[in-house]
């Protein structure tokens, strides 16, 4: 059943519903939409009810080991806040259509969560799922690669541009990070350097995408997940190798930045988050004082309640006429949330982020079984990544920030308890003699 879950989330990673380059070369995967993405006459996506499916049957299996309760609370707390502000909403004149979209990948990345949690006991499980996330990356870095090879070449590294969607940053990113833990754990040169060939691959994807954000979560990921490895072998490895290529790298920077040539397109990304005030950052920035205007025309505790648009200052970057729902969609995740729901809405959405970070740090560290720290350490960074994704391109709106986001919660809900770093330790059977 994890490998029916995993493919699944496969054919969810590669819809290629409204992407640039199917309307340009070809959409292998355009059927996943229809199928399994569109609503239903209950208006809910036959995925949901797939997953549902899949957790009515890990129902029947039997007794289980017990999820992590914290874990149990905090999500079942993002349930009862989304329902509660959405009722705030539609109190206060909220359109139930927009509000239905803002609150739907909330729901369905919660019940997500709990159904991998049902079906995956140990770490190989939860391996199986990122197999299939590797294999979804390597698909769309593909399409990635073929678009800037044949029609898409002039758009790669320009401001607002993409080969294929936002939120793909998501699958290279963390494939990236599954690349790097995989290449640590065999260690031979056969794995570093399969490994290696397929992450200069997904960076390449990621480049040519043009989503600057992607860097830093990149980066940030990488930081966590070096934190995070115990203190080894391994580690020292990488201790050596970060030596050696820290002088390359300080002088890649030292000669790039500011160069527009194609090989400093990574420091061009990087320097322009902060510095370079293109488009996309002014609309941004506009966005962002809409949705601090509209906090502050409500109440700071409970927000407008879902359904509601915030507040736009300035009509010079309205896309009405290609999305009516764009006032209901911020790109900033977290300030929308602030000005929907108020710092009570927020924080009882957030709250399970920190809880699920620190159960999964706790197995990275704490854990006796390698690879249970691997998934661990992994999911951790996941959750860096989707945090940005959530802060700064439309991440709770978004399929794969949140389906990635139920894993790593999935992980902390499971893990812990299995890999023997939560609740009370199992006693052995007492042999009773004849």
């Not at 999820?67 to 806040?81: R, S, W």
């Not at 391994?234 to 002088?247: D, L, S, V």
């Not at 879902?306 to 999305?323: A, C, E, N, Q, R």
Request: net charge positive; hydrophobic share 55%; proline share 4%.
């Amino acid at each position: 059943m994890v490998q029916f879950v995993g493919f699944l989330l496969f054919l969810v990673f590669v819809d290629e519903y409204g992407l640039p380059y199917a309307r340009a070369i070809a959409s292998p995967f355009g059927w996943v939409h229809p199928l399994l993405l569109d609503p239903t006459a209950i208006k809910v996506r036959p995925f949901d009810l797939l997953v549902v499916g899949v957790l009515i049957w890990a129902s029947t299996k039997g007794k289980r080991e017990a999820m992590v309760a914290p874990m149990k609370t905090a999500l079942f707390l993002v349930v009862l806040t989304t329902i509660f502000f959405f009722a705030y909403g539609m109190h206060h004149g909220g359109d139930a259509r927009a509000a239905s979209w803002q609150v739907y990948l909330i729901f369905s990345a919660v019940l997500l969560a709990f159904t991998v949690a049902a079906i995956a006991r140990k770490a190989a499980d939860f391996t199986v799922l990122a197999k299939w996330l590797v294999a979804a990356a390597i698909y769309r870095a593909a399409m990635c690669w073929i678009s800037y090879l044949t029609w898409a070449h002039h758009l790669a590294g320009a401001t607002g541009a993409t080969l294929t969607s936002h939120d793909d940053t998501i699958t290279w990113v963390v494939g990236v990070f599954v690349l790097v833990v995989d290449a640590i754990a065999e260690g031979s040169p056969k794995v570093y350097v399969r490994d290696g060939v397929l992450a200069l691959f997904f960076l390449g994807a990621i480049q040519f995408n043009s989503r600057r954000i992607a860097w830093v979560s990149l980066a940030m990921g990488l930081v966590v997940l070096y934190t995070l490895f115990p203190r080894s072998a391994a580690k020292r490895r990488i201790n050596r190798a970060m030596t050696i290529f820290a002088p390359i790298v300080a002088l890649y920077v030292a000669v790039g930045w500011g160069r527009p040539n194609p090989i400093f397109f990574p420091l061009r990304s990087l320097s322009s988050v902060s510095t370079q005030e293109d488009t996309s950052t002014l609309a941004r920035n506009a966005e962002n004082l809409g949705l601090i205007a509209t906090s502050n025309s409500s109440s700071l505790a409970l927000g407008t309640g879902w359904g509601k648009p915030y507040i736009f200052l300035t009509k010079k970057y309205d896309i009405s006429g290609i999305f009516d729902l764009w006032q209901y969609v911020p790109h900033n995740s977290i300030l929308g949330l602030l000005a929907f729901t108020g710092f009570i809405g927020f924080a009882g959405f957030w709250l399970v982020m920190p809880t699920a970070l620190f159960l999964n740090a706790r197995v990275a560290r704490l854990a006796a079984d390698t690879k249970a720290r691997d998934v661990a350490a992994v999911a951790a960074a996941q959750l860096i990544v989707c945090a940005n994704q959530l802060y700064g391109d439309m991440g709770i709106f978004l399929l794969k920030p949140m389906y990635a986001l139920a894993i790593s919660y999935a992980i902390a809900l499971r893990l812990p308890t299995t890999a023997g770093v939560w609740g009370t330790p199992r006693q052995p059977a007492t042999v009773r003699r004849a």
